[in-house]
């Protein structure tokens, strides 16, 4: 099973963005165009870095003057979260949420849907833990959400948004789900094309569970008012903008240019040939412009994963990847010399890469990761190795047995403990044996991952079916069961560890630092783009991420 899905031939050329990516003859996500006259190598004009350094101070001050108004305040925290700017902000957003949070502990705000939901939503989105009883004082006296709410489209809207936010055993929250949807799918067939529009996306994409940065177009459109503040906030946004893709389109030209060298890719005719897929992930766990050196790091541990899932699923047979396996469990050299020349070359790039980033993260954070790294990479291979003796033998294990497999194989671990590592922040004794233990955080990720992926599988005719499913062990488990509703029992798996992740980002027993949950929640966040297969089996929504992110 394939880090971020196993799907080979669903990944499309993107002919639309030509002048940076060169797709490969085998219709993969090929190699960029070092070389392209449009490539940009070169640094960001002096003018454009001291224009955005200038709005950014203005704006600072802009918001501290809003956040004097507690409504305008939320509303223009909002708003630079969605524009994905709100790196620029963090000690402002926390002023302000801090006099919020002092607001909503222990107190209901009758009446005022858009008020309480926007206040609970951002305050829980940045650690801070608000009772789920807030939403009791938009409750009648028999205890159900007021009628009265029901002709307030926006605050429906932010009520829906905030019911993200649940952990399990908030029912409050899961009823303000089922009550906000409700009414608004039934608003979509009555409100004019623009206004339906929002509300649809609203549905489709909240806010905590998308990338903010990919989101941004719609917000930009759609996002009017009166507020003094939106013009100054969207020239920003621009810049901002402008900037951090001058950033990516450099980074992703480095690591076409490392993954060439490494020469993989000629020596492994058979493996998946897709640096910019796998640096596009990288992306996604951290878009701040500051984490360049961290995404071009990542992507190397995220191409072994793919390469080795490629030798276990395509290549070897099932003795060879037994022996390598072993060999990479105990890490042993004289091993690995034993086995065929393909693996030979793989164990052997993998260590270097090993030692090169263990070497890294002692040099400028103080800790040698290198026997976590190197059992990361026995467990995963462990894992793929149970997928590969379940198929051999025709033998389907039990929907959670192999679900529980499946938060190893499906890559999330190894690249989240090699994130960890390389962010530096928080590593301890403790925090360093939760990471090689993969702790709930990290599974929570990974198995909205698997299932995902697996619902992804179910619907790109493609797949022959090799790696097996989640779907698959769950019906042959359940015997009458439809393929409508174990993919509505997918669902709901997938909606319960969103509530783990929810739960894990504000336990204060979490030892893992912001960035790392951040990114915890960002990798959940893109799985969807992964599997949003259209008829002809393709990914528009992820091509349009891709080109949102590296073209004019």
Known sequence: MAFFGSSRSSIIPLKTISQIVTADSTNKWGTVDSNHKSAPTTPLNDRICNEHAHKVKDFKQIINVAGEDPSEGLAIIDAVQRLGVDHHFQDEIHTILQKHYTLANGTTTHGDCMITSLRFRLLRQE???????VFEGLKDEEGKFDQNLSGDIKGLMALYEASQLSMEGENILDEARDYSSRLLNAYVTQLDHDQARIVEHTLTHPHHK??????????????HGTNGWIDDLKKLAKVDFDMAQSTYQKEVVQISQWWKELGLAEELKFARDQPVKWYIWTTTCHQDPSFSE??????????????????FDVYGTLQEVTDFTEAVDRWDH???????????????ALDDITNEISYKVYKQHGWNPLDSLRKSWGRLCNAFLTEA?????GHLPKAEEYLENGII??????VLLHLFFLLGEGVTQKSVEMIDNTPAIVSAAAAILRLWDDLGSAKDEDQDGKDGSYLACYTNENPGCSLEDAEKHVKSKICDEWKQLNKECLSQKNPFSPSFLKACLNVSRMVPLMYEYDENRRLPRLEEFLKSILIK
């Open 409 to 414: 194989s499906s890559g999330v671990p190894v």
């Open 334 to 348: 004289d091993a690995i010399d034993q086995l065929p020349y393909y693996m030979k070359i793989c164990f052997k």
């Open 127 to 133: 650690g801070y833990y608000v009772s789920a009883d």
């Open 210 to 223: 998308s990338l903010a940065r990919f989101m941004a177009k719609n917000f930009l459109r759609d996002f």
């Open 294 to 311: 961290l995404r071009i790091n990542l992507t190397k541990p995220i191409s072994f994963v793919y390469l080795i899932d490629d030798i």
């Open 389 to 393: 003796k379940w198929f051999a033998s």
